[in-house]
């Protein structure tokens, strides 16, 4: 699809120093509102070539810049009691049993990088929400929660936070506490139980 820069919003190009050098800046917001007058779009599809041509006058030649929109998955990492670095995957150990006085806390410490998101609002630091899923030894879904991470500074696209897990027992039978929340009597989830962290790039909020 060809069009002019007034569709963008661009009505003039101005050489700040008046060295010849010009900039053409276009807000992501122009680009969505073009696509949808457009096609009816509300996101910019990862694959989208937006190129500017210009004819110099003065020098007699076309001048022409292409720019592609790329989709960058955004990734998750965690860090564990006893392990040194972040993963994708890792072990949590249950806190020792029995209790004599107070539940002992474990943390689980949450990176994600979501460069993409970042920059929808670059100049301000954003939190993002994703879902904590405790799920038995095969797989299956037990219960749920969610966590909040906040990003390091704006536009870093850096995410992090932690969740607190413990046991608690009451009237004989032990639980499984996430963030405060009772998930699930620890009898279904001891031997071989998971705790899936799982994030959806939509779910942000600003600080």
Do not use: C, W
């Not at 007058?37 to 694959?47: D, H, K, V």
């Not at 301000?124 to 390091?152: F, P």
């Not at 996430?178 to 600003?206: A, C, D, Q």
Request: glycine share 6%; charged share 10%.
């Amino acid at each position: 699809m060809t069009s002019n820069l007034n569709s963008l919003g661009i009505t003039r190009l101005t050489s700040a120093n008046g060295n010849g050098t010009f900039f053409i800046l276009v807000p992501r917001t122009s680009i969505g509102a073009f696509l949808n007058n457009l096609f009816g779009l509300n996101y910019i599809p990862s694959g989208t070539q937006l190129t500017f041509k210009i004819y110099d006058e003065f020098a007699a030649q076309n001048l022409s810049v292409t720019y592609t929109f790329q989709t960058i998955a955004p990734s998750i990492t965690i860090e564990t009691p006893t392990s040194k670095t972040f993963s994708s995957t890792e072990i949590a150990y249950l806190p020792p049993l029995p209790y004599s006085v107070l539940p002992e806390k474990h943390y689980i410490v949450i990176n994600v990088n979501d460069q993409l998101k970042a920059q929808t609002i670059p100049s301000s630091t954003l939190q993002a929400e994703l879902y904590v899923i405790v799920e038995n030894s095969t797989g299956g879904y037990v219960n749920s929660t969610t966590a909040t991470l906040s990003e390091t500074s704006p536009g870093t696209g850096l995410f992090t936070g932690k969740v607190t897990y413990y046991v608690n027992e009451s009237k004989g039978k032990f639980y499984l506490f996430i963030n405060n929340v009772n998930m699930t009597n620890l009898e279904k989830v001891v031997n071989g139980g998971l705790i899936v962290f799982e994030y959806n790039s939509s779910r942000l909020e600003l600080l």
